[in-house]
Structures are given as structure tokens and as C-alpha cells.
């Protein structure tokens, strides 16, 4: 039996196909998935310094259409002929000139010129572009050549979270059927089912900057003004709730926001919000001023749980009774104590001073409106008010805010 290895990152993306194609056709093989540290140490010993890299017996194959394309000649799944080789070719190659663009633009770094030339690609070429990709799927009963399973498939399904991410198009699937039915038709494979379902998980596709979230404020809006705050470049993935179902078994804990920062994926609101405030430097001076810090979050948690509970309630008899015992009990109390909270801090929740509870409480605050059932909130406590102004008025924060797709629930 040879010795096959399969090096790649801890994603899907480029090293995905091979993976599905071995899978596929039973083939044992290593899955060695490299962090951002080990592929720095590891680079020097591939032929051009790229991964994937495909290692059989010793022998090392590279570039990750050309592997498809080898493990597709060697399984059968290439076709008959050089007249199919050339429909599949063909085929993969057009769908890698719309790849090619999207992954040059998600990788541009003035963000400027990468917002000009989405908008210009979104405007002139997606559009056609997708259709004929679309229209292609269908006339191959849901393959992307010859009417059948081959290893084009296994390249396209295997790239397509990727692909998502890199067009800004989370509702691509929804957008056009096909495309999902090509990647439901290689996954619901047996062999690649039982792969998939033990492998460790990639959430996406981009070794960068990643911030999954739904396409509301909630959870996850703090995060993208504490990445917005620190300059962090970042793909803000905005998960439909009819792509929930399917996105959420990628997910560590089956939960949203979800961060994926150089190869790691970091899951928990206020553990991610923590985590961004020490890498920025929006944390106490000792472990004193933390404390502070996490005890405003916590009366903050306080007051959201309550009202998450009342919310969420699907009786409406029983939320209504919640409702009108916390309005009488604990909110006017609860909502005072945090008001002070904040003018003794000069408008922040705590030290005084700019800190990541700031964020969190910023980013959560329409949220919070809409769950305590009180629109005019910020006018019944204007201090609210000053702690969103606070972070929204941050220079980067505001650059970002102008140009970020907008949240139309915050449910």
C-alpha cells in the first residue's frame, strides 16, 4: 500500500478537493493541516513554496487543479475521451477565471481600492458571469461537465465555502440552486460523507481574517467595531438564517459568532470580545481594573438574559406576564444602576476610560432596545447614548461603519 499525505491548512479552500477526491475513492491518507507557525518552518521543503502539496510514496505533486486533475485520471472520473478531458478542462478553467477575481480583490489591502473593485466586479462581471456558470450546472444535470460525476465536481465543491467568502456572497446557494446541488451531490457521497463527518472542521475558506456572524447587530456587532477599532482587516460573513441549518455543523460549538484569526477559530462572544480588547489594548493597567472591566460586562449579561428570556418566549400569554414583572421589578433598578455606572465612568462602563466592554455594550445597544421592549431607551437614559456615540465616533470605527453592509434586524 503506498504512504500518501496530503499537506494543507486548517480550512477547506484549495487543499479540500484533494481531500474529497482520496476520500472519495477510498484511499488512505495523512491530512497534515498546518498552522500559520508550522508552514512557516515547513514552506522551504515545497517545490515552489505553495500548499496544497500531495506527497505519494515520496513523490511530491503540487498546484491544487493539477492534483484534482491527476487524482481524476487516476479514479476514472476524467472521462472517456481528450474530447471530455477538454469539456471538464474547460469547464474548471471558467470557473476559476471568477475565483481568480474574487480572491484577488478579498486579498487587496487598501481597503479603498478593494471596495472599488468588489463594487466593479459586482456591477460588470459577476452578474453575467454566474449566470453562465449557473446555466452551465444545469445543462450538465447538476455537474459541472459531461452530465455526470467528475473530478470537476470535487474541485468545485470542495472550494465553494471558500468561493463564498471571497465574492462577499454567503446567499450564493440560495441565489443559485445549482451551485448548492453540485456541492450537496459530492458531500452526500458515502465515502466523502463518513470523511467529512470525522474530520476536523473548516469553517472557511481564507487563512486571514474571518468573522462569521449573522447579518444582524446582536452578538456579533461588537466584535466587528473591536476589529474595526484595531485595523484589522476582515471578511465579515454575514450567515443567512436559511443557511444556518447547513453552516452550523462547521461550527466548534455549534453557535455564532464565530472568529477565525491566522488558522485558529475562536468561538464566545465575550471571550472573542476579551480577547480583541488585549490585543488592542483596551484592557485594565492590573488585574484591579480587569476585574472592573468584567464586572460591568457581567451586570450588563445581567440585564440582557432577562430580557433574551422574555424575547425568546414563545408563549405569548407567559411572555407577556415576564415581561410586565421584569418592567416592575428589576429594569427601572437594574437600568438606574447601570446609568450611574456610566456617568460615574465619563461615559463608559468602566475605568473611566475607552475599554472592549465599551464595544460590547455599543454593539449590542439596538439590540438590547428591541428585547427590553423601550425604543426610546437612549432618551429615557442619555448616558446610553454617550457610550455608542463613544465607540461609533472612533475614526476607524466610523470608516468602517460607512462602508459595512448594513444590519436591517436585531432581533
Not at 491527476?70 to 471568477?98: C, M, P, R, T
Not at 450546472?137 to 463564498?164: E, S
Not at 465574492?167 to 443559485?176: S, V
Amino acid at each position: 500500500m503506498s504512504k500518501v499525505d496530503l499537506y494543507y491548512f486548517p480550512l477547506k479552500a484549495l487543499g479540500e478537493p484533494a481531500r474529497l477526491l482520496l476520500a472519495y475513492n477510498d484511499v488512505q491518507f495523512n491530512d497534515h493541516r498546518l498552522t500559520k507557525d508550522e508552514w512557516a518552518k515547513f514552506k522551504p521543503s515545497t517545490p515552489f513554496g505553495q500548499l496544497p502539496m500531495l506527497v505519494i510514496d515520496g513523490k511530491k505533486y503540487t498546484q491544487s487543479m493539477a492534483i484534482s486533475r491527476y487524482l481524476g485520471h487516476k479514479y476514472g472520473l476524467a472521462g472517456d475521451s481528450l474530447e471530455d478531458s477538454f469539456q471538464i478542462d474547460q469547464n474548471v478553467d471558467f470557473f476559476y477565471d471568477i475565483r481568480l477575481k474574487a480572491y484577488t480583490t478579498h486579498h487587496e489591502k487598501d481597503e479603498a481600492a478593494k471596495a472599488a473593485k468588489h463594487e466593479a466586479l459586482v456591477k460588470d462581471y459577476y452578474p453575467t458571469a454566474l449566470a453562465k456558470l449557473d446555466e452551465l450546472i444545469k445543462k450538465n444535470n447538476g455537474h459541472l461537465a459531461l452530465g455526470k460525476l467528475t473530478w470537476a465536481d470535487f474541485l468545485f465543491a470542495g472550494v465553494y465555502d471558500h468561493f463564498k467568502v471571497i465574492l462577499q456572497m454567503p446567499d450564493l446557494d440560495t441565489r443559485y440552486p445549482s451551485f448548492r446541488q453540485v456541492y450537496d451531490t459530492v458531500y452526500s457521497l458515502p465515502k466523502v460523507k463518513a470523511f467529512s463527518e470525522k474530520a476536523p472542521k473548516s469553517v472557511s475558506g481564507s487563512m486571514g481574517t474571518v468573522l462569521h456572524y449573522f447579518d444582524v447587530k446582536g452578538l456579533g456587532e461588537a466584535l466587528r467595531l473591536l476589529l474595526a477599532y484595531g485595523r484589522e482587516p476582515f471578511t465579515d460573513h454575514r450567515v443567512t438564517f436559511a443557511e444556518w441549518p447547513t453552516f452550523k455543523t462547521s461550527t466548534p460549538l455549534q453557535q455564532m459568532p464565530v472568529l477565525e484569526m491566522n488558522g485558529r477559530v475562536y468561538t464566545q462572544s465575550s471571550a472573542i470580545a476579551k480577547y480583541l480588547g488585549r490585543k488592542y489594548g483596551l484592557v485594565g493597567q492590573d488585574l484591579e481594573e480587569d476585574f472592573k472591566i468584567d464586572e460591568s460586562l457581567e451586570f450588563l449579561g445581567d440585564i440582557r438574559y432577562r430580557a433574551s428570556m422574555v424575547h425568546y418566549e414563545p408563549d405569548a400569554a407567559v411572555k407577556a406576564r415576564k415581561h410586565d414583572t421584569f418592567s416592575k421589578d428589576f429594569y427601572p433598578r437594574a437600568l438606574k444602576e447601570l446609568d450611574r455606572i456610566i456617568r460615574e465612568n465619563d461615559g463608559h462602563l468602566a475605568l473611566g476610560r475607552l475599554t472592549w466592554v465599551d464595544f460590547v455594550f455599543a454593539g449590542m445597544f439596538d439590540y438590547l432596545k428591541v428585547m427590553l421592549q423601550m425604543p426610546d431607551l437612549d432618551v429615557q437614559y442619555p448616558s446610553f447614548r454617550q457610550v455608542v456615540d463613544n465607540v461609533y465616533s472612533i475614526p476607524h470605527v466610523k470608516t468602517w461603519c460607512d462602508t459595512a453592509q448594513k444590519s436591517e434586524l436585531n432581533f
